[in-house]
């Protein structure tokens, strides 16, 4: 008598697919990391939405510094007592000091972005900056301590960070470049923090 229990010959017998295993989440503190930057001795500039991060920073700080000077202006005038001509002219330098505040903010960055360079070469990291005097830093690899990487609110919005190289020779010394493209930040802390290792190996 044949065995019922035997599987039907018609029936599907196509390995069973497992189950696809979940992504893996990604962290969100650190962007990828940009592998084609290297320490080839080129002068790089700024990203671009720099300029943009510092007007938007620059307009925010406008508006905080004009409002409070006019709530002062306010209450100087209602507390003093001023009339007529006195009032239009505290009024009028206040309007000149906030609109002179708020071209600076706006004209400032794109001219410091087009003095502003950066290098990476076999010595060390160099910074150029300045836009009536300018100023070359040089940090040799030997003088790094550690580095960090900081993001603010509007940074982080426009894909940008702060890369800070803490030296060594003075207490609490530290040279900041801002305005480096996230993954740029992360990939020259790496290359800096390999060459230190490097040299304290020797």
Not at 16 to 37: L, M, N, R
Not at 64 to 83: D, E, K, M, P, T
Request: proline share 7%; aromatic share 8%; hydrophobic share 40%.
């Amino acid at each position: 008598m044949a065995d019922m229990s035997e599987q039907d010959p018609t029936e599907d017998r196509s390995p069973i697919q497992p189950e696809e295993a979940p992504e893996k989440p990604t962290p969100d503190t650190e962007p990828e990391v940009e592998h084609s930057f290297v320490a080839d001795g080129v002068n790089y500039q700024l990203d671009p939405n720099w300029v943009l991060a510092s007007r938007l920073s620059g307009g925010i700080v406008t508006v905080i510094i004009s409002g409070a000077n006019l709530i002062g202006l306010l209450i100087a005038v209602f507390a003093s007592g001023w009339r007529g001509p006195s009032v239009l002219l505290a009024f009028g330098g206040w309007l000149l000091l906030a609109a002179a505040l708020a071209c600076w903010t706006q004209i400032g960055p794109a001219l410091r972005y087009k003095r502003r360079r950066y290098r990476l070469n076999e010595t060390g990291l160099r910074i150029r900056r300045g836009l009536v005097w300018q100023a070359e830093i040089s940090v040799p690899y030997s003088r790094i301590q550690h580095t960090d990487v900081s993001r603010g609110p509007v940074e982080r919005w426009f894909g940008i960070s702060t890369l800070i190289v803490h030296t060594a020779g003075t207490e609490n010394a530290s040279v900041s470049l801002d305005g480096l493209p996230a993954p740029r930040a992360y990939r020259i802390r790496d290359l800096l923090l390999t060459e230190v290792e490097t040299d304290d190996a020797v």
